[in-house]
């Protein structure tokens, strides 16, 4: 029947470079289950972070930009020697996992298993910065709209709310939520603009014991970035280092 597994062999093309996209399975009814808070829960937060360090600790990936349940992973080896199914499936089970650990210190109860699902991205440099602009783009409105929808929700009704905000443009989203004592600008920049996990390099101090004297050396460490620049290409240039 080895025959029948058609498609094993299909891998990423040759020289692309390959981005993963893990999303969560149903993560509205979930947030609404575990009363996580609207339309930001500081420890969803601090839990998606975690399973990306959990990810990036076991296969080193060049970035990755985590906004609400997403997770883009930019790798840097292409391991499995490329192969789809092999990609898809250990990477969204390893998050899943991952996860599924990280959340039971939280002390809710889940009655159901967690998911994730995945998909592969070839693309080329130029293609990679616009992928990630165009994340962070939805990561905003994302963000805006969250806002503008359960500040509503205090004053209306769902469907209420919703045709309200229906078309409306960002100004206008900006205009509404000022009114009420809000101001996009000053969210904190994970809210507005998403968090990034790459390796930064750190300058650690150390003893020489022969010459009993402090020494300073640099180190590269995995760097949580709360406090993102809006995506360009010298962030991808010179942070990230994409070839
Ligand atoms: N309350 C709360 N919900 C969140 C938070 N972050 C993400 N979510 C929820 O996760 C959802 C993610 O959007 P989607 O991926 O489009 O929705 P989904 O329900 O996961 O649907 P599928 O991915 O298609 O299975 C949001 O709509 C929110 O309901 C948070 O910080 N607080
Ligand atoms: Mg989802």
Not at 59 to 84: C, H, M, Q, V
Not at 145 to 164: C, D, H, P, Q, V
Not at 172 to 197: C, K, M, T, V, Y
């Amino acid at each position: 029947m080895k025959e029948c597994e058609i498609f094993s062999s299909l891998k990423v093309p040759c020289g692309s470079h390959i981005i993963i996209r893990i999303d969560g399975r149903k993560f509205s009814k979930l947030s609404n289950d575990l009363k996580f808070e609207k339309p930001y829960d500081e420890q969803f937060k601090d839990i998606m972070i975690e399973t990306c360090n959990d990810f990036f600790k076991e296969f080193s990936p060049s970035f990755i930009y985590t906004f609400s349940d997403e997770i883009n992973i930019l790798l840097s080896e292409i391991p499995f020697a490329g192969r789809i199914e092999k990609l898809d499936s250990v990477f969204a089970s390893f998050i899943t996992g991952s996860f599924s650990k990280n959340i039971i210190k939280l002390n809710k109860s889940i009655t159901k298993p967690i998911s994730f699902d995945s998909r592969v991205i070839p693309l080329s440099k130029e293609g990679v910065i616009t992928y990630f602009k165009e994340r962070q783009d939805e990561a905003w409105r994302n963000c805006s709209n969250g806002y503008a929808y359960w500040t509503l929700r205090r004053e209306f009704k769902k469907k209420e709310a919703m045709k309200i905000l229906d078309k409306q443009k960002s100004s206008a989203i900006h205009d509404l939520l000022f009114e009420r004592g809000i101001n996009l600008a000053e969210l904190p920049s994970w809210q507005r603009r998403g968090i990034g996990i790459y390796k930064k390099e750190v300058e650690i101090e150390g003893y020489n014991p022969i010459k009993k004297e402090k020494v300073q050396s640099i180190r590269k460490k995995i760097f949580v970035d709360d406090d993102l620049p809006i995506f360009d290409t010298p962030f991808f240039d010179n942070i990230i280092k994409i070839n």
